[in-house]
């Protein structure tokens, strides 16, 4: 793919009313947009959209989704067991191909600018879109969710990056950037989930493991399992990952059983696992035909796909 | 990918003069067809053409490809090292996304019933568009070369399977269809050729190795290497055959240095590596960003990509 592609996954604070989540994914889905996942969850009261396409479309599309979202959505009635600051609360964008995170951040506070500008909402940016260290962990963005904002949105540490100093009931939004997350769960040939657990430690980067691994031990329908978010699979590739768990668990003599992929793997991912298999270090998408053949047809087509 | 994609990998009887490989390119990429690879051999004194692209357009490319060879070149006078029974020698179709061999073996006939009555070639079918067993194995139909059919033609064993009973200064085409052949180099890491070919004889199928596997043990440059062609990945992938040779290796205390793929892999294979390094064994191109991003553009890009 010769051509820019930013992923966005919008959280919204509604998981109830299918309608008013029918009118977020419509708005989203302006031309050169694309809808790959959609999940709403009741408890939670809040839907998860994962959209793809080029950079500017996406923003148009994004922007509209929170513009909905703002009429629909009155925080001061919503309730759900996920904490949440506003209407849309967080907009992750995450670079996907021909673009980096640094881009991707500069396309966040557009975005943001834009929210707090034409729509009138206070903005906060986030993870590596952040301006101030203490607003790159989302769950420091949005401790005492909507209610406390309200209250404090006029103390010098919550003035928000981008629009007015003054909550309505659409609340705020968190706008940020950040590396592709790869949800990844191994589970072990045992029922024993101190096994996982003592994994998990020996992989997780915050007991002095693997870098970018977050991992917990668990047990799942009866079977221990090791738990991660890949947090950057160019720091640590998920086969790196289960190659240590592999070699943790034959230690104290168990094996893997298989593993889980939650959601979706990036492509450089995929192919740093199989050169890992081949041992082709080298290996890159020119020499997959599929992608060589569509890298042709991308030269040979100069409208926008 | 949701079109159908077919690879044909047509090879010419020149390799010297450049202006005539440069007009037979010319003819193969029309409109739908993409040139992905391009070689000249003077000794051989054969050129060899990689396109991709819908079958239609592929069959109208190699039409003309073969009408401009056919003017071109005159086997009465072409010599080289590569043994060739015509001016276009061989034309291998091969499936690559959403089509069959099966369905690539109608389309060889379709292309092979074309030449032969619009073009005035005599055409015989191989591999798995033969008609006869005997024409299976394209060193069989080419055996004796242009010089001995033009003798022999007339014999009902050589009985062409479309165009005249009769041989120009083109000779005839062979056209076929088969798999995707991944030509793989395992080097080991040691200088004893005689490893590499008792490894190559414990895994090629011909000495009772793994199904689809051809394997010759060389020594390249002082190292060991196991040379392979891995004519059906979808029954022996490679990822399985570095297993094999790995296994066999470290039994005589070897062990591999690294690999060499020669020219393409298909998605399929890729997949399937990946999957085997990460213990997911379901892992399909669906679960990959950039694939599942493309499949949602072409859905919604009714236009031929």
């Known amino acids: ?157 919550r003035q928000p990056d981008c629009g007015p100093t003054q909550v309505g009931p659409a609340g705020a939004v968190i706008v940020g950037a950040r590396p592709f997350l790869i949800a990844f769960n191994v589970f072990l040939k045992t029922g024993d989930v101190a096994v996982a657990q003592q994994i998990a430690r020996a992989v997780r980067e915050s007991s002095g493991g693997l870098p970018a691994v977050k991992a917990l031990g668990l047990l799942v329908d009866g079977q221990a399992q090791v738990s991660m978010n890949l947090v950057d699979f160019q720091v640590t590739p998920p086969h790196r990952v289960v190659e240590a768990i592999a070699a943790q668990a034959s230690a104290v003599g168990v094996a893997i059983d298989r593993s889980e992929l939650i959601g979706l793997l990036p492509q450089a991912a995929l192919l740093s696992a199989a050169a890992h298999a081949l041992h082709l270090p080298e290996l890159g998408s020119e020499q997959v035909v599929e992608m060589a053949i569509r890298r042709a047809m991308d030269a040979g087509n100069p409208e926008p796909l």
């Open 1 to 157: 793919m010769s051509m820019q592609i930013i992923e966005a996954v919008p959280n919204f604070s509604e998981g109830r009313r299918v309608e008013v989540v029918d009118a977020i994914a419509a708005a989203i889905q302006t031309p050169g947009v694309h809808l790959l996942h959609r999940t709403s969850d009741w408890d939670h009261n809040r839907s998860v959209l994962t959209v793809a396409g080029e950079p500017e479309a996406v923003l148009v599309g994004l922007w509209q989704a929170v513009a909905v979202a703002a009429q629909q959505i009155d925080l001061r009635q919503q309730r759900g067991v996920h904490p949440r600051l506003g209407a849309t609360d967080v907009v992750p964008l995450v670079p996907i191909a021909g673009i980096s995170l640094d881009e991707c951040v500069v396309l966040a506070r557009r975005l943001g600018q834009r929210i707090g500008d034409e729509l009138g909402l206070p903005v906060y940016f986030y993870e590596a879109a952040a301006t101030r260290p203490d607003r790159r962990n989302l769950a420091a963005v949005r401790a005492g969710e909507y209610e406390r904002l309200v209250e404090e949105i006029h103390l010098p540490r």
